[in-house]
Antibody, heavy 120, light 105 residues
Framework: QVQLVESGGGVVQPGRSLRLSCAAS????????MHWVRQAPGKGLEWVAV????????YYVDSVKGRFTISRDNSKNTLYLQMNSLRDEDTAVYYC?????????????WGQGTLVTVSS | YELIQPPSVSVSPGQTASITCSGD??????ACWYQQKPGQSPVLVIY???KRPSGIPERFSGSNSGNTATLTISGTQAMDEADYYC?????????FGGGTKLTVL
């Protein structure tokens, strides 16, 4: 069965960096688009970024453009999110999600999430 | 891309619950719906407007036309109490509605 396991969350000061990872198993990772979606405490879901199956296409929500970078290593079945210049408003649970398609728009499976807290 | 949902909907057990999602020309896009229970990750319940993933009960259905997508839960059960989020893809970016808390009472 599909498993997505996020890691790398923690407490970080504003302006610092953090890298999240998402280890995937139970499916052919290199055939599917992958996303990061976040949820601030007590708030709704916010899509953050998507990467196509081969890594050639990447898109971001406006609020993270220029600060966050999504990437993947298909040889390691792992998705990443490099987060730089972190702000208080980036505090959230970050979920990785497998798309239903190779470059897509449907969050078919979700990980359990990893909490990022930006605080001085 | 802005999607608007009612903050809350209430329904009696066994009745039909309808949750709406409004967005500009939403009917020209595909809508998805996700269920999230407290402390859990979201679960996809409807995609491409009206398709159910395997394992999702038949009581969940969806429609999308004009500016409004609708999630319908027929014969609502206590286990359906959760937050529901609509989502659509526009110009290579994803957007979620603000979420609707479904209360079964």
């Amino acid at each position: 069965q599909v498993q997505l396991v996020e890691s790398g969350g923690g407490v970080v000061q504003p302006g610092r960096s953090l890298r999240l990872s998402c280890a995937a198993s139970g499916f052919t990772f290199s055939r599917y688009g992958m996303h990061w979606v976040r949820q601030a405490p007590g708030k709704g879901l916010e899509w953050v970024a998507v990467i196509s199956d081969d890594g050639s296409n990447k898109y971001y929500v406006d609020s993270v453009k220029g600060r966050f970078t999504i990437s993947r290593d298909n040889s390691k079945n792992t998705l990443y999110l490099q987060m730089n210049s972190l702000r208080d408003e980036d505090t959230a649970v970050y979920y990785c999600a497998k798309d239903l398609y190779s470059s897509g728009s449907v969050f078919e499976h979700w990980g359990q999430g990893t909490l990022v807290t930006v605080s001085s | 891309y802005e999607l608007i949902q009612p903050p809350s909907v209430s329904v009696s057990p066994g009745q039909t619950a309808s949750i709406t999602c409004s967005g500009d020309k939403l009917g020209d896009k595909y809508a998805c719906w996700y269920q999230q229970k407290p402390g859990q990750s979201p679960v996809l319940v409807i995609y491409q407007d009206n398709k159910r993933p395997s394992g999702i009960p038949e009581r969940f259905s969806g429609s999308n036309s004009g500016n409004t997508a609708t999630l319908t839960i027929s014969g609502t059960q206590a286990m359906d109490e959760a937050d529901y989020y609509c989502q659509a893809w526009d110009s290579s970016t994803g957007g979620f509605g603000g979420g609707t808390k479904l209360t079964v009472l």
